[in-house]
C-alpha cells in the first residue's frame, strides 16, 4: 500500500516522500496489456486475439513504467487533496528519472517532490499608514500652444524645397554602402528613408543646415544619429550585425520638404473636432485644454493605483521561499532556464508572486469577486458600444446570441473577469486610503519621482 511522508527541508519548504509497491500499480499495469492486445491489429493474428504476452514484450516496459508514474501522480494528488495544503505553484520531481523501474522486478519506489507553501500574511499597510496624494493636472498655456502648433503641422501641407533651413524640414535621404572614402559598394542595395532633420544627433543637424537638394557625404549610422534613432534604422533595414551601426554609407539629399502649417480658422478647428462647429480660437483652446486636462487625470489615477499597488507590494511583510521558487522559475516554459536567466527574472518574478498573495488575500477576505451576470452585464455594454443597441434589453436575441457566444470563449472571459476583478480590488482600496488631493501643472506631474522597484 502506498504511504507519504512529509518533512520540511526549508522555510516553506518541504519534501514529500512518495512511496508505491506492486499492489498500487501491478493491477492496472495488467489489465492496460489486456486492452491493448484486444485493441491491437498485428499481422498474423485476428483483431483483439493478440496474446497479452506478446503485447507485453513488445510495449511492456513503456506500459509499466507509465502505470508506476500513474499510480505515484494519483497518491499525491489525493494526498494534497486530503491534506488541504497552500501550496504556491506545483509540486517539483526530485528523483523522476534517477529511479529504474523494471517490470521483469517489480518492487517497492519511492518519489521525492518538493513543495512551496504559501505563507501567511498580514497586511499592515491596510492599517498602518494608507495615505496617498491625487493629482489633480492642471494645462498652462504654453501647453495648449504646443499642441496648437503640433496639430497645425499635422494638418499643413509639404513644399518642396531646395535648401535646409529648419529642425522640422523633412529629408529623402539615399543610403549607399561604401568605404570610409564615400566609394559606393557595387552589388549592395542602397536604402531609401525619410527623416526629419531632428532625428540626427544634434552635431549632424547643425552640419546638415544650409546643405541643398544633392549634397552627399559618408556617414556612420551611430555617428549621424540619436542611438534611438539608429536602432530603428538597424531593426527596419534589418541589418542585424552588432556592428551595422559602424559600416560607412554615402548619403545623400534627393529632397528636401517642409511643412507649412494650417491656419488657424473654422476649417481647422472643425477638421481637429468634427461635429462640434467650434468658431473662436478661445473656443478651440478650451477644447483643447479639456482633452488636456482628462488625460493627464487619467494618467494621475493610474499613478494612484501604482503607488497604492507598491506600498502593498514593498510595506507588507511576506515571507517566501526562495530557494523552491528559483527552482520553480527554472522549469517553467519549454526549455530550463540557465543560473543567469534565474537571477535576472526573479526579482520581477517574486515582486509578481508578492502582489498575487497580497492581492488574492484583500479579495478573499473582502468578499472582491465578479460574478457570472457581471460579465454578461460587461459584454453588453461593450457590444452596444458597436451596435447601437439598448445594454439593458436583455430581450434582444441579436444581442443575447453574442453575449452567450463571448461567455463561450474562454480567453475573452477570462480577460474581461481579470480586468473587472482588478478594477474592483483598486475601487475598494481607495476607498480604504486617506487621500490628499493636490494641484499640479503637467510639467511637474511629469518630473515627480516614482517610487517603485519593478514594473507591474
Same mark, same amino acid.
Given at each position: 500500500?502506498?504511504?507519504?511522508?512529509?518533512?520540511?527541508?526549508?522555510?516553506?519548504?518541504? +519534501?514529500?516522500?512518495?512511496?508505491?509497491?506492486?499492489?498500487?500499480?501491478?493491477?492496472?499495469?495488467? $489489465?492496460?496489456?489486456?486492452?491493448?492486445?484486444?485493441?491491437?491489429?498485428?499481422?498474423?493474428?485476428?483483431?483483439?486475439?493478440?496474446?497479452?504476452?506478446?503485447?507485453?514484450?513488445?510495449?511492456?516496459?513503456?506500459?509499466?513504467?507509465?502505470?508506476?508514474?500513474?499510480?505515484?501522480?494519483?497518491?499525491?494528488?489525493?494526498?494534497?487533496?486530503?491534506?488541504?495544503?497552500?501550496?504556491?505553484?506545483?509540486?517539483?520531481?526530485?528523483?523522476?528519472?534517477?529511479?529504474?523501474?523494471?517490470?521483469?522486478? !517489480?518492487?517497492?519506489?519511492?518519489?521525492?517532490?518538493?513543495?512551496?507553501?504559501?505563507?501567511?500574511?498580514?497586511?499592515?499597510?491596510?492599517?498602518?499608514?494608507?495615505?496617498?496624494?491625487?493629482?489633480?493636472?492642471?494645462?498652462?498655456?504654453?501647453?495648449?500652444? @504646443?499642441?496648437?502648433?503640433?496639430?497645425?503641422?499635422?494638418?499643413?501641407?509639404?513644399?518642396?524645397?531646395?535648401?535646409?533651413?529648419?529642425?522640422?524640414?523633412?529629408? $529623402?535621404?539615399?543610403?549607399?554602402?561604401?568605404?570610409?572614402?564615400?566609394?559606393?559598394?557595387?552589388?549592395?542595395?542602397?536604402?531609401?528613408? =525619410?527623416?526629419?532633420?531632428?532625428?540626427?544627433?544634434?552635431?549632424?543637424?547643425?552640419?546638415?543646415?544650409?546643405?541643398?537638394?544633392?549634397? =552627399?557625404?559618408?556617414?556612420?549610422?551611430?555617428?549621424?544619429?540619436?542611438?534611438?534613432?539608429?536602432?530603428?534604422?538597424?531593426?527596419?533595414?534589418?541589418?542585424?550585425?552588432?556592428?551595422?551601426?559602424?559600416?560607412?554609407?554615402?548619403?545623400?539629399?534627393?529632397?528636401?520638404?517642409?511643412?507649412?502649417?494650417?491656419?488657424?480658422?473654422?476649417?481647422?478647428?472643425?477638421?481637429?473636432? !468634427?461635429?462640434?462647429?467650434?468658431?473662436?480660437? @478661445?473656443?478651440?483652446?478650451?477644447?483643447?485644454?479639456?482633452?488636456?486636462?482628462?488625460?493627464?487625470?487619467?494618467?494621475?489615477?493610474?499613478?494612484?493605483?501604482?503607488?497604492?499597488?507598491?506600498?502593498?507590494?514593498?510595506?507588507?511583510?511576506?515571507?517566501?521561499?526562495?530557494?523552491?521558487?528559483? $527552482?520553480?522559475?527554472?522549469?517553467?516554459?519549454?526549455?530550463?532556464?540557465?543560473?543567469?536567466?534565474?537571477?535576472?527574472?526573479? !526579482?520581477?518574478?517574486?515582486?509578481?508572486? +508578492?502582489? =498575487?498573495?497580497?492581492?488574492?488575500?484583500?479579495? +478573499?477576505?473582502?468578499?472582491?469577486?465578479?460574478?457570472?451576470? @457581471?460579465?454578461?452585464?460587461?459584454?453588453?455594454?461593450?457590444?452596444?458600444?458597436?451596435?447601437?443597441?439598448?445594454?439593458?434589453? @436583455? =430581450?434582444?436575441?441579436?444581442?443575447?446570441?453574442?453575449?452567450?457566444?463571448?461567455?463561450?470563449?474562454?480567453?475573452?472571459?477570462?480577460?474581461?473577469?481579470?480586468?473587472?476583478?482588478?478594477?474592483?480590488?483598486?475601487?475598494?482600496?481607495?476607498?480604504?486610503?486617506?487621500?490628499?488631493?493636490?494641484?499640479?501643472?503637467?510639467?511637474?506631474?511629469?518630473?515627480?519621482?516614482?517610487?517603485?522597484?519593478?514594473?507591474?
Amino acid at each position: 500500500m502506498a504511504t507519504i511522508n512529509r518533512e520540511n527541508i526549508g522555510l516553506l519548504n518541504d +519534501r514529500l516522500i512518495v512511496k508505491v509497491n506492486q499492489e498500487d500499480y501491478l493491477p492496472n499495469f495488467e $489489465k492496460e496489456l489486456k486492452r491493448l492486445s484486444r485493441q491491437s491489429n498485428m499481422p498474423g493474428f485476428r483483431k483483439g486475439m493478440v496474446p497479452a504476452g506478446l503485447i507485453k514484450k513488445m510495449e511492456g516496459q513503456s506500459v509499466f513504467t507509465r502505470e508506476v508514474i500513474k499510480s505515484v501522480e494519483n497518491e499525491l494528488n489525493e494526498y494534497l487533496k486530503k491534506e488541504q495544503l497552500n501550496l504556491l505553484g506545483e509540486p517539483i520531481p526530485e528523483n523522476m528519472e534517477s529511479v529504474h523501474v523494471d517490470m521483469n522486478k !517489480p518492487e517497492e519506489y519511492q518519489f521525492n517532490f518538493e513543495i512551496g507553501l504559501k505563507p501567511e500574511i498580514d497586511i499592515t499597510p491596510l492599517s498602518n499608514g494608507f495615505h496617498f496624494t491625487r493629482y489633480k493636472v492642471t494645462t498652462e498655456e504654453k501647453d495648449i500652444d @504646443e499642441e496648437i502648433k503640433r496639430l497645425q503641422k499635422r494638418a499643413g501641407k509639404r513644399e518642396e524645397k531646395t535648401e535646409i533651413t529648419s529642425e522640422d524640414d523633412i529629408l $529623402k535621404l539615399q543610403f549607399q554602402p561604401s568605404d570610409s572614402e564615400g566609394k559606393v559598394t557595387e552589388g549592395v542595395e542602397a536604402k531609401e528613408e =525619410s527623416i526629419v532633420l531632428s532625428y540626427f544627433s544634434p552635431e549632424k543637424s547643425k552640419s546638415l543646415t544650409g546643405k541643398k537638394t544633392g549634397y =552627399s557625404e559618408t556617414i556612420k549610422l551611430n555617428d549621424a544619429f540619436e542611438k534611438q534613432e539608429a536602432d530603428w534604422i538597424i531593426k527596419d533595414w534589418k541589418l542585424g550585425d552588432d556592428k551595422a551601426g559602424d559600416q560607412f554609407y554615402l548619403m545623400t539629399i534627393q529632397k528636401i520638404e517642409e511643412i507649412i502649417p494650417k491656419e488657424l480658422s473654422e476649417d481647422f478647428y472643425n477638421e481637429i473636432f !468634427p461635429g462640434e462647429e467650434i468658431k473662436t480660437e @478661445e473656443a478651440f483652446r478650451e477644447r483643447i485644454k479639456k482633452d488636456d486636462e482628462t488625460h493627464w487625470n487619467q494618467e494621475s489615477e493610474k499613478r494612484l493605483d501604482h503607488d497604492i499597488f507598491e506600498k502593498l507590494v514593498h510595506e507588507t511583510p511576506v515571507e517566501l521561499p526562495e530557494g523552491f521558487l528559483k $527552482k520553480w522559475l527554472r522549469q517553467e516554459g519549454k526549455e530550463q532556464k540557465t543560473d543567469e536567466e534565474i537571477a535576472q527574472g526573479y !526579482p520581477q518574478f517574486e515582486h509578481d508572486m +508578492r502582489w =498575487s498573495l497580497i492581492s488574492g488575500k484583500i479579495m +478573499r477576505d473582502n468578499q472582491i469577486e465578479v460574478s457570472a451576470d @457581471e460579465l454578461k452585464h460587461h459584454f453588453r455594454h461593450r457590444l452596444s458600444a458597436y451596435l447601437g443597441l439598448d445594454p439593458h434589453d @436583455e =430581450s434582444n436575441e441579436r444581442m443575447e446570441g453574442l453575449v452567450n457566444s463571448m461567455m463561450q470563449n474562454e480567453k475573452t472571459v477570462n480577460d474581461s473577469y481579470s480586468q473587472l476583478l482588478t478594477a474592483r480590488l483598486f475601487d475598494f482600496l481607495r476607498n480604504k486610503a486617506e487621500i490628499e488631493e493636490k494641484e499640479i501643472t503637467a510639467s511637474e506631474f511629469i518630473k515627480l519621482p516614482h517610487n517603485h522597484h519593478h514594473e507591474h
